[in-house]
């Protein structure tokens, strides 16, 4: 019986097109990521790494496209009160901006934002482990949009004649 079910749950997913990320196929040999130091250039040169071919320069050379981070916010708004004026609710905000040059410094990916929300609970008493909470939360969006940003990167076709 279990066997079947362990069959039946391949063919369930196999049928339904999931499949394992893999590789990305980034379209050009390498990139060089500004500013360098910045939590999400951290986070796309781990990916771009370990999930491509592609090398990522220490700084722009010759041969190496640019992708320039132009802005990262985060931001916190009150959603919600408790009858007391307590804060019962906040929404955690995360902002990206960016573009793609090419090595002779045209624009590749026009600039580009990317705009992430996640809902956090908010209790008085519990102030170090939400903060904790947050933290975490912001470290998810900005890993979140390190993914969206090399799935673009990925699908950008290069003109031969540039």
């Given at each position: 019986?279990?066997?079947?079910?362990?069959?039946?749950?391949?063919?369930?997913?196999?049928?339904?097109?999931?499949?394992?990320?893999?590789?990305?196929?980034?379209?050009?040999?390498?990139?060089?990521?500004?500013?360098?130091?910045s939590q999400l250039a951290l986070?796309?040169?781990?990916?771009?790494?370990?999930?491509?071919?592609?090398?990522?320069?220490?700084?722009?050379?010759?041969?190496?496209?640019?992708?320039?981070?132009?802005?990262?916010?985060?931001?916190?708004?009150?959603?919600?009160?408790?009858?007391?004026?307590?804060?019962?609710?906040?929404?955690?905000?995360?902002?990206?901006?960016?573009?793609?040059?090419?090595?002779?410094?045209?624009?590749?990916?026009?600039?580009s934002e990317l705009f992430l929300?996640?809902?956090?609970?908010?209790?008085?008493?519990?102030?170090?482990?939400?903060?904790?909470?947050?933290?975490?939360?912001?470290?998810?969006?900005?890993?979140?949009?390190?993914?969206?940003?090399?799935?673009?990167?990925?699908?950008?076709?290069?003109?031969?004649?540039?």
């Amino acid at each position: 019986m279990r066997r079947l079910l362990a069959i039946f749950l391949l063919l369930t997913l196999a049928s339904c097109g999931f499949h394992l990320r893999g590789e990305q196929k980034l379209p050009f040999e390498s990139i060089a990521i500004s500013p360098e130091e910045s939590q999400l250039a951290l986070a796309l040169t781990r990916l771009i790494r370990e999930g491509s071919e592609a090398r990522v320069a220490g700084a722009p050379d010759k041969v190496s496209y640019r992708l320039q981070i132009l802005s990262e916010v985060n931001d916190r708004i009150i959603l919600s009160l408790d009858a007391t004026g307590q804060v019962r609710e906040y929404q955690l905000r995360y902002k990206v901006a960016f573009r793609l040059l090419d090595p002779k410094g045209e624009v590749v990916i026009p600039r580009s934002e990317l705009f992430l929300t996640r809902l956090m609970s908010y209790d008085i008493s519990e102030i170090l482990a939400k903060e904790s909470e947050a933290s975490l939360l912001y470290r998810n969006m900005r890993q979140d949009a390190a993914d969206q940003i090399v799935r673009r990167l990925a699908a950008v076709r290069l003109d031969e004649n540039r």
